[in-house]
């Protein structure tokens, strides 16, 4: 921008210059009123031999005349070619030191878009605090570490209030369910007091998996606190072992599949986060896709490449559209409507609608996405980006562990 203005200012100079000059030189010819040939500061009609020639005035005068024309052309046309290369010369010149200048003067700006990047709900002490005189960017600067001190000190107020209620909410339930549990082993105790006594733990399970599902997604909401290296295939293994019997009792086939020709083909994928969170995230994954499926159905599970992980499952055909969120809180969008229980024939307790919402949370916590891909057999075929180690992002894959997919949603 600097260079251009520099410019358009180059070439308005060099025009003015060139009609002050223009007017200035002396023109080429003037007529009399006797229609003779004057030149410029002669009082009349030359003399009889102008050039020397001997030839007669007319032919001194025209001889004049074109020396005169000959030498104003030149004298503007090495105007206009010498300012011309003086101008091309102090753009580039102007170019240069315009980038110079304007680099050294967006230098706070670029601290600001830094610190801007480096934040999170982790690590919200970074601040500007930009030196200087005082001017329009280091107030910028200042407003900027004010807002920070403002949401930190939100968050911690939230963390402070998720701690708490923490315990205040699980203390009562625990209580509740003792006393059900003592209500139901009296003896003597009619058969319509131990419905009763039934309905309220089943209610009181599902409220304390709703609010442990709650406290896990303001945890993973808030950023991880802090890091270590996990070793993805492990915590799968875990899950599915923890599962199988789940999966056994729903009538589900569960299979652990690894991407390569062998467990000893590749090195494990090593994440970089919180290996209780990242548990929980494969947990739900796997927990739903048990429970959203059919009798006699097949959950497949595959960690390592790109994406780091999949599960899929078999069970009813679920639509997806860009109006459809899976991952919102308490929705169970293509699968029922809200309060809905599982697919058919699997037996499972109806879940309270935060599991692929904590799974979208925790991804996000830790730099990743996931994507849901809708089956053309039925069922859903979750799929999980990590930033990892060893893996290079090379794009999503289809559906299926390789099939053609019908619709899509990203997150």
């Not at 203005?5 to 003037?30: D, K």
């Not at 307790?349 to 849901?372: D, N, W």
């Amino acid at each position: 921008m600097c260079g251009g203005l520099f410019l358009l200012s180059g070439v308005a100079l060099l025009a003015v210059n060139y009609i002050l000059v223009r007017s200035a030189l002396p023109p080429a010819a003037a007529r009399s009123v006797s229609g003779t040939m004057t030149m410029p500061g002669q009082p009349g009609p030359g003399p009889p031999d102008v050039a020397g020639t001997g030839s007669g005035p007319e032919t001194g005068v025209l001889t004049v005349v074109s020396a005169v024309r000959t030498y104003r052309g030149d004298v503007l046309n090495t105007l206009l070619v010498q300012s011309g290369v003086a101008i091309g010369a102090t753009l580039i010149l102007a170019l240069l030191l315009g980038w110079v200048v304007a680099d050294r003067m967006l230098r706070p700006v670029q601290a600001v878009v830094a610190t801007a990047r480096r934040l999170g709900a982790d690590n919200l002490d970074a601040r500007i605090r930009l030196p200087g005189p005082r001017d329009e960017l280091t107030e910028l600067a200042d407003t900027f570490d004010e807002m920070l001190d403002r949401l930190a000190a939100s968050f911690d107020s939230q963390r402070r209030f998720v701690a708490n209620a923490s315990h205040e909410l699980r203390t009562p339930l625990a209580a509740q369910r003792t006393l059900v549990e003592v209500a139901m082993g009296r003896p003597g105790a009619d058969p319509a007091s131990r419905e009763l006594c039934t309905r309220l733990l089943t209610m009181n399970v599902r409220i304390e998996a709703l609010i442990e599902g709650l406290l896990v997604l303001a945890r993973s909401d808030r950023g991880l606190a802090a890091r270590q290296a996990v070793c993805l295939d492990e915590v799968v293994e875990t899950v599915v072992d923890t599962h199988r019997a789940v999966a056994v009792e729903a009538g589900v086939d569960l299979r652990w599949e690894r991407s390569g020709h062998g467990r000893a083909a590749r090195p494990p994928e090593v994440v970089w986060g919180d290996r209780v969170l990242l548990e929980r995230m494969v947990s739900n994954l796997v927990d739903n896709a048990i429970k959203y499926n059919r009798r006699g159905g097949t959950v497949w599970v595959r960690d390592g490449g790109d994406p780091v992980l999949r599960v899929a499952n078999t069970g009813p055909p679920v639509r997806l559209s860009p109006a459809v969120d899976l991952f919102e809180p308490f929705s169970r969008a293509g699968r029922g409507s809200r309060g809905a229980g599982p697919g058919p024939g699997t037996g499972a307790t109806p879940g309270a609608g935060l599991g692929l919402s904590i799974v979208a949370s925790i991804v996000r916590a830790h730099g990743g996405s996931v994507r849901a891909v809708s089956r053309p057999e039925g069922g859903l075929e979750m799929a999980v980006f990590l930033p990892t180690r060893e893996s290079a992002r090379s794009g999503p894959a289809a559906g299926r562990f390789g099939g053609p997919v019908r619709e899509r949603t990203y997150l």
